[in-house]
């Protein structure tokens, strides 16, 4: 397989573990399906991460261009995923007053338990 079409299909199972995994943007609540769905590497493949459940999450195209643009730090992705996941993972106070706030946002807008 050439290296472009194992890139490729690598994005497409990162895509769909994290669409599975999660159903809906992390960060607005928003259901996401195949078509809606942009899977986000909290440290990217450039800096050294990889296509684990840890390192992605699931967000919804206002929401990806927002992380981009520097509205939410990887810190405070992290710290979604672990208080939505439980993940093992200590990563300090930065960004866990965002995330906090973010899922309760989202809690008290549907009512009922998100994950």
Not at 18 to 40: F, K, S
Request: with cysteine; aromatic share 8%; net charge neutral.
């Amino acid at each position: 397989m050439k290296r472009a079409a194992r890139l490729r299909k690598s994005r497409e199972n990162f895509k769909y573990t994290l669409l599975a995994r999660d159903g809906r943007c992390m960060i607005c609540g928003r259901y996401l399906d195949e078509r809606t769905v942009n899977p986000h590497h909290i440290t990217t493949k450039g800096a050294g991460g990889d296509d684990n459940l840890e390192n992605g999450i699931s967000l919804c195209h206002q929401h990806h261009v927002d992380t981009h643009n520097g509205h939410y730090s990887p810190a405070t992705l992290r710290w979604i995923l672990k208080l939505v996941y439980g993940y093992d993972w200590e990563p300090g106070d930065e960004g866990r007053e965002q995330a906090e706030q973010i899922w309760r946002d989202i809690h008290c807008a549907t009512q009922v338990p998100l994950w």
